[in-house]
């Protein structure tokens, strides 16, 4: 299942939670919004669920535009919403029954023991859910988020407030879950994202930031500053490689040169030229890898 959105604005009295968000997920993917708080990333959510209608803009699900009466993809979502939501009075399967029985599900008791299984409730099962562990919380908010088999899985904020065994077992759970599945995860901790996504979109102040693979926005490659490594067997001045198309700024740290480039292409190409033309032999071509917190708080900081 495919999710876009087309410039996707939402107002909440005169404050654009959203401004012209236009994001494109594809099947199969596991994507990460990461953003501070209050960044947009749970009302970005809310509309691709449909549980709210944007101000401005379109959703098209597979392709197909979205409008009040074509909800039913809505089935084929699971949600588990920021804070998790559940009824502490119910028991597991009596919590999870109900969830199967909102879809209109056959054989309950059957699916309901299949997502006690895959989450891993198996020992706490029979726990009315006050009793439950946050991280115990959070699988059934998963199980409850999975039963009727979803095609698209949309997680706000689903490690938040584990400690660190928690949130490697449920990191562990989310990674299997989306092997089958098109997963979108929110959170505003980029370690997170990092650990689990394959992709990241940055969200700040209700825009979109950065959209990229992890390592592909790592590198800083996405029209913000590049930095490259280069060393060559001989000596080369500052004014021959500033020569270089490209290249911003050079300086010499040992025998390596970093050479800066405010440009999205990549520049390593042109300094190869170089030394073939010039005849110099390259020990060493590498660009830097800038870590995903520099990144975000690079894009984040940045006042609009
Ligand atoms: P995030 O999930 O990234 O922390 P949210 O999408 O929850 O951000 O919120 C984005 C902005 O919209 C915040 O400034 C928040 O206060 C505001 N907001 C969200 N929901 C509402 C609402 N129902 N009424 C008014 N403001 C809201
Ligand atoms: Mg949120």
Redo the contacts with the bound molecule.
């Keep these: 299942m495919s999710i876009q959105t087309s410039n996707i604005s939402k107002l ?2 005169k ?1 654009r ?1 959203l401004d012209q968000v236009s994001i494109s997920v594809n099947n199969g993917e596991l994507v990460g919004f990461l ?10 959510m809310k509309i691709i669920t449909g549980f709210l209608r944007p101000d401005e803009g379109e959703l098209f699900v597979n392709g197909k535009k979205i409008t009040s009466d074509n909800l039913e993809y809505k089935k084929d979502i699971g949600y588990l919403p ?1 804070h998790n939501p559940l009824y502490p009075d119910l028991y597991i399967k009596e919590y999870l029954e109900i969830s199967a029985g909102f879809y209109g599900l056959k054989n309950v008791k059957k699916r309901v023991a299949e997502m006690v299984e895959l989450t891993g409730l198996g020992i706490e099962q029979h726990k009315k859910i006050r009793a439950l562990s946050k991280g115990y919380r959070q699988r059934v908010g998963l199980a409850q988020a999975l039963i009727h088999d979803p095609s698209i899985l949309i997680l ?1 904020e689903p490690t938040t407030g584990l400690d660190p065994n928690q949130l490697e077992e449920i990191r562990k759970l989310i990674r299997e879950i989306s092997r089958e599945k098109t997963v979108i995860l ?1 959170s ?1 901790i980029m370690q997170e994202v990092e650990a689990v996504c394959n992709r990241v979109i940055i ?1 700040n102040r ?1 825009k979109i930031v950065a959209d990229g693979g992890i390592a592909e926005v790592k590198s800083g490659n996405l029209g913000q500053k590049q930095v490259v490594f280069a060393e060559f067997k001989e000596s080369v001045s500052k004014e021959q490689l500033l020569a270089i198309g490209g290249i911003d700024s050079a300086s010499l740290s040992g025998n390596i040169w970093e050479l800066e480039a405010a440009t999205a292409v990549d520049i390593r190409p042109a300094v190869y030229s170089f030394a073939i033309e010039n005849k110099l032999i390259l020990l060493t071509l590498v660009q830097k890898q800038q870590n995903l917190e520099n990144v975000f708080h690079q894009l984040t900081q940045q006042q609009n």
């Design positions: 909440f009295g404050q939670a953003g501070p708080n209050g960044a947009g990333k749970s009302t970005l920021e706000d929110s505003h969200i209700g």
